[in-house]
């Protein structure tokens, strides 16, 4: 992963109004968001956001409408004073144990403390037994997992999941991104390491090694309830593979899977805690413009109309590196 000089960090926790069971436990939704400031949201009044070229601006242009964010705050509560790691690993760590890192031993991203033995990197599952998923399981909950992982996703004890990993290989060996070709991969040419944009063939200048996880993303399930193994790649029935391709967002996959698990657990009137640690925020490589030098890749179209937001259907043709979004997709 990249070090950002800028790195801030977001969550949201939201109780849910689905239902109560009869022991009136509220349903719980931990949304955390990636390389997003307390500047960014309006609700904590900064005058000064990021620019979308890169570096300040107090251009309200630029500044983000979060209208349902804003509600959310004003009608509950929102935390004005909190303490993070400011880098993508160590933070999910700290949220994950509920620890620092002088406990939990993951200092940078490619820093890891050495378990007790000096042998080998401190699993967080072994540094810190009582994770946020035996909180919540202890606490009679039904959990879920989605989103950016960077730790082995079968070390901890959530119910299911649906991941969007995101690294060059995989925290998993059993995840062959079998149905992607949107990945940046590291490779010897000449006795030299490349950067290979597997799409297109070419190497690139500048980057880093990746998996796609917004656009045609590599997708991962944990103890799908229709699947027959613990650990699979999606898509992973014939309607899912005859349906994805370039307009398949990786969100919007995490999202389906979610609200499944969110719709069987109401139904079985089963208290919920949904983790989703969302890529979104975070920069990618822009595999539909892959010579634009974007930070930021395109998303789906939202407007809102004062009451309800609408999407455009994403519309993306192409292949090798040369797209077309039909006016569907953001500027990136």
């Known amino acids: 992963m990249k070090t950002y000089q800028h790195l801030g960090i977001l969550f949201s926790?939201?109780?849910?109004?689905?239902?109560?069971?009869?022991?009136?436990?509220?349903?719980?939704?931990?949304?955390?968001?990636?390389?997003?400031?307390?500047?960014?949201?309006?609700?904590?009044?900064s005058t000064v956001w990021s620019n979308l070229s890169g570096g300040d601006t107090s251009d309200k242009k630029f500044r983000a409408q979060t209208p349902v964010l804003d509600k959310l705050a004003n009608d509950g509560c929102f935390i004005k004073t909190a303490w993070a790691s400011t880098i993508c690993g160590p933070s999910r760590a700290m949220m994950m144990t509920g620890r620092y890192a002088h406990l939990h031993k993951w200092w940078f991203n490619s820093d890891k403390g050495k378990?007790?033995?000096?042998?080998?990197?401190?699993?967080?599952y072994d540094s810190s037994p009582h994770t946020i998923a035996h909180v919540a399981k202890k606490g009679g909950y039904a959990t879920y997992w989605a989103g950016k992982t960077q730790m082995n996703t079968e070390g901890f004890h959530f119910d299911e999941g649906c991941f969007t990993p995101g690294g060059e290989s995989n925290e998993n060996a059993s995840f062959s991104e079998a149905y992607s070709d949107f990945r940046l991969e590291t490779k010897k040419?000449?006795?030299?390491?490349?950067?290979?944009?597997?799409?297109?063939?070419?190497?690139?200048?500048?980057?880093?090694?990746q998996s796609g996880w917004y656009w045609k993303p590599n997708v991962?399930?944990?103890?799908n309830p229709k699947s027959a193994s613990s650990l699979e790649n999606w898509p992973n029935n014939k309607v899912a593979i005859d349906t994805f391709g370039l307009n398949t967002y990786g969100p919007d996959v995490e999202?389906?899977?979610?609200?499944?698990?969110?719709?069987?657990?109401?139904?079985?009137?089963?208290?919920?805690?949904?983790?989703?640690?969302?890529?979104?925020?975070?920069?990618?490589f822009d595999f539909l413009n892959p010579n634009s030098g974007n930070k930021w890749p395109g998303t789906p179209k939202v407007s809102w109309?004062?009451?309800?937001?609408?999407?455009?259907?994403?519309?993306v043709t192409g292949d090798n590196g040369v797209y077309d979004s039909h006016g569907t997709i953001t500027e990136s």
């Open 189 to 209: 040419i000449d006795g030299q390491k490349k950067l290979i944009n597997v799409d297109t063939g070419l190497a690139i200048e500048k980057g880093y090694a």
């Open 305 to 315: 109309d004062g009451k309800k937001y609408s999407r455009m259907k994403p519309n």
């Open 255 to 284: 999202l389906k899977f979610i609200f499944d698990f969110m719709e069987r657990k109401h139904k079985s009137k089963t208290p919920f805690f949904v983790y989703h640690t969302s890529h979104l925020g975070h920069d990618a």
């Open 115 to 124: 378990a007790p033995d000096g042998k080998k990197s401190w699993d967080l």
């Open 13 to 45: 926790v939201f109780i849910s109004v689905f239902s109560t069971n009869a022991q009136n436990k509220h349903n719980i939704i931990i949304l955390y968001a990636d390389d997003i400031s307390a500047r960014e949201l309006p609700i904590y009044g």
């Open 220 to 223: 991962q399930l944990l103890n």
